[in-house]
């Protein structure tokens, strides 16, 4: 009985201490721990506010929806801070002089002033952005060494894959491999280019796709200018490059006036400025510029292409790595210590 009670008392007392640990570390402002560095509910916050701010149509409309967004996020957090410490370990976290040449890169397209102005529309500070380069360069660094390295493709691996999917490599039609241009009259929307360049209304698109067909008459290069000042936000990062499209699926998607331009193209040559066209309206909404980077006839693809060659080679190589990937971060995972005191406090709250 006595050894009853003295188990009880014990077991109340524990109880207890974890109660006042998990408050402590509440009012500490720590969400979670990863081998007992903490994550502060401060940068989940940042992140949170952030990705709303990114991206409106995620904006939440109740306090599950809220608790699960951020419950998403602190995984992503927990998972970065896992990578961070096995980088340490083995003594690949990205050094000073590699994050200057990072920041370096990205702010060469742009003068002091306009590097500044892109960093306050982000909301990010300069320090904030090299602790993101930093993370980023460390992960890639691991994964080099702990899984690119690892991965082998065999000229026996190509085959095999080419002779499983020959139809793949059977174009029934034209393929044209496109780059584009694009500036809209349209005022409102964000854009993704080099320059934070967007036109504000039908005179100024003019104005602008006219000055872009000049400098690429005059010989600069296309690729540049389209990652420089193209509006359309899924290309301009590209350089414009839009993938390879099927005839049928050009002839589709645009108007008369733009296919017949573009298919008297050879391959890199740009068309006249043409009317961008609205999918759904049929309605010009600006202008856009095509470059033909490469045409691929019909009729079937030998594995002795090299073109053939490197797609399934570079296909194999990133599932590949995916696969070893997802593997090695849920291997990481289980070898962490990992206390989330978010999820514990939501659990607690929604299960009352």
């Not at 080419?162 to 393929?175: D, G, R, T, V």
């Amino acid at each position: 009985m006595q050894k009853t009670a003295r188990l009880f008392n014990f077991l109340l007392v524990a109880s207890l201490l974890i109660v006042t640990g998990c408050r402590q570390v509440q009012q500490n402002g720590v969400v979670a721990t990863v081998n007992g560095h903490p994550i502060l509910q401060a940068d989940l916050d940042k992140l949170y506010n952030a990705q709303l701010a990114n991206n409106p149509q995620a904006q939440v409309q109740s306090t599950d929806q809220a608790d699960a967004l951020r419950l998403n996020i602190l995984h992503e957090l927990i998972v970065e801070e896992i990578i961070e410490q096995r980088a340490q370990k083995l003594g690949l976290t990205a050094t000073d002089a590699e994050v200057d040449a990072k920041l370096a890169e990205l702010k060469a397209p742009y003068t002091d002033e306009q590097f500044q102005q892109k960093l306050a529309a982000s909301g990010q500070t300069l320090g904030g952005l090299r602790q993101t380069l930093r993370r980023s360069l460390t992960f890639e660094k691991l994964l080099n060494k702990e899984i690119n390295s690892k991965i082998t493709i065999s000229d026996a691996d190509v085959s095999s894959y080419y002779n499983s999917h020959k139809a793949e490599f059977n174009l029934i039609e034209p393929q044209y491999h496109l780059a584009q241009i694009v500036v809209t009259d349209q005022p409102a929307g964000q854009v993704n280019n080099l320059q934070s360049n967007k036109a504000s209304g039908d005179v100024d698109a003019r104005k602008k796709i006219q000055a872009l067909k000049n400098r690429i008459d005059a010989g600069e290069d296309f690729g540049m200018l389209a990652s420089q000042f193209s509006e359309n936000q899924n290309t301009a990062p590209n350089g414009g490059d839009m993938g390879f499209i099927y005839e049928s699926q050009m002839k589709q998607a645009t108007d008369p006036q733009t296919f017949a331009a573009i298919t008297k193209l050879t391959p890199g040559q740009t068309t006249d400025i043409l009317p961008l066209m609205d999918s759904q309206t049929k309605k010009s909404v600006g202008y856009v510029i095509y470059k033909l980077l490469s045409k691929e006839p019909p009729g079937q693809r030998d594995l002795n292409d090299p073109r053939v060659q490197q797609a399934i080679r570079q296909q194999l190589h990133d599932t590949r790595s995916q696969l070893l990937k997802n593997a090695y971060i849920e291997i990481l995972t289980d070898e962490a210590k990992v206390r989330n005191f978010y999820a514990e406090q939501v659990f607690k709250e929604a299960a009352k």
